[in-house]
């Protein structure tokens, strides 16, 4: 399985970008999918995370992104999504997407190559 993060880039205090990962290879199932941000310095946080997949779902948001940022995600597609707004330049980071998943040998966690994000005052 690989994962294939995009959407990074420059923007300006107060904009927006949307941020998206994509699961490919083999026959998989997916129980966790997860959107993690790391600013020079500091240590790795969680920014967003979708559990329990195969049942109720639910949503989780770090406290410093509550009703700023949204994740998504695409069953179809194995992908999920992180729309980003009001923006601030302390969410310059690079964010890694992270997801848990399960295939015939068990159970598994995969991290994205990361993608850059940075936002201009």
């Known amino acids: 399985v690989q994962l294939v993060e995009s959407g990074g880039g420059l923007v300006q205090a107060g904009g927006s970008l949307r941020l998206s990962c994509a699961a490919s290879?083999?026959?998989?199932?997916?129980?966790?999918m997860g959107w993690y941000r790391q600013a020079p310095g500091k240590q790795r946080e969680l920014v967003a995370i979708l559990t329990n997949l195969g049942s109720n779902g639910r949503t989780d948001y770090g406290d410093s992104v509550k009703g700023r940022f949204t994740i998504s995600r695409d069953n179809a597609k194995n992908a999920m999504y992180l729309q980003m707004n009001s923006l601030q330049p302390e969410d310059t980071a690079v964010y890694y997407c992270?997801?848990?998943?399960?295939?015939?040998?068990?159970?598994?966690?995969?991290w994205g190559q990361g993608t850059l994000v940075t936002v201009s005052s």
């Open positions: 992270r997801i848990g998943y399960s295939d015939y040998e068990g159970y598994r966690e995969l």
């Open positions: 290879g083999g026959r998989f199932s997916i129980d966790a």
